[in-house]
């Protein structure tokens, strides 16, 4: 029998998936051709939910290079995935308005502070004709990544005092110094906040009786000139700047 915390997310989920395959239908529709997409932060895997067709190439780009090895499990056509090296805040080997759809999904609450969230807010507006950002809601009284209830409300010594009362058992066996590592990694946001860093963007929420996640998406306008992506070239790692890396799906 499947947990009720859980079943409402995978039906979130699954609707979550089939709008943005609307939606990049509606993008091959209007350039007449397969799309680009560019997921900041993503993963092969989580394509299955939303669908390949239309997709011509899908750069995962990724800060961490343990990333890189990961493979889509179902079957893919080769060359589908390309997985890169690059900093969220700082797409800089991609032009302004290069890429068919920008996308990221419960990225932007793990990228820092506010001004680095503005950051990746600013790069995704730049570079993506059109755009998907989906990121957990700070109003929702169940703390996602943890899975505690209220404590994300509250400063940071009392959200890891709360994951005593997570629902994970292995959450609550964390120890003082992780539990606080933890919770500084995330930054969840309110509605006014992510309107704020996606000014003038639809705004969607998706609710569990709360606001449970938000969904900033756009399109292009009909008449956007239809340019070819540029191929970003790999820079030496030893540099210091962001690099990419190509792999096989």
Avoid at 73 to 92: K, N, T, V
Avoid at 158 to 171: E, G, K, L, P, V
Avoid at 181 to 191: H, P
Wanted: proline share 7%.
């Amino acid at each position: 029998m499947k947990s009720p915390t859980y079943s409402p997310i995978n039906r979130f989920r699954k609707k979550r998936g089939r709008a943005l395959r609307e939606q990049i239908e509606s993008l091959v529709a209007l350039y007449g051709r397969d799309i680009r997409i560019l997921d900041v932060g993503g993963r092969p895997d989580y394509w299955a939910n939303v669908g390949l067709e239309g997709i011509e190439r899908i750069d995962l780009v990724n800060i961490d290079e343990g990333e890189l090895g990961r493979a889509y499990s179902g079957d893919a056509p080769e060359g589908l995935f390309q997985h890169r090296i690059g900093d969220a805040c700082d797409l800089r080997d991609y032009a302004d308005q290069s890429v068919d759809l920008v996308h990221s999904n419960s990225v932007i609450e793990h990228v820092g502070g506010w001004r680095t969230m503005q950051a990746m807010a600013e790069e995704m507006m730049r570079v993506g004709r059109a755009g998907w950002m989906q990121t957990p809601a700070w109003e929702f009284p169940v703390e996602p990544h943890h899975r505690m209830p209220f404590g994300h409300w509250f400063g940071k010594p009392a959200q890891a005092w709360s994951m005593s009362f997570s629902f994970d058992a292995r959450i609550r066996r964390y120890d003082r110094d992780r539990r606080r590592r933890e919770v500084e990694k995330i930054n969840l946001l309110s509605r006014g906040e992510v309107r704020d860093l996606f000014p003038g963007r639809p705004l969607k929420v998706e609710r569990v009786v709360f606001a449970k996640s938000y969904v900033i998406h756009w399109m292009p306008e009909a008449t956007a000139a239809v340019l070819p992506e540029p191929e970003p070239a790999a820079k030496d790692p030893s540099a210091g700047e962001p690099f990419l890396v190509h792999t096989a799906a």
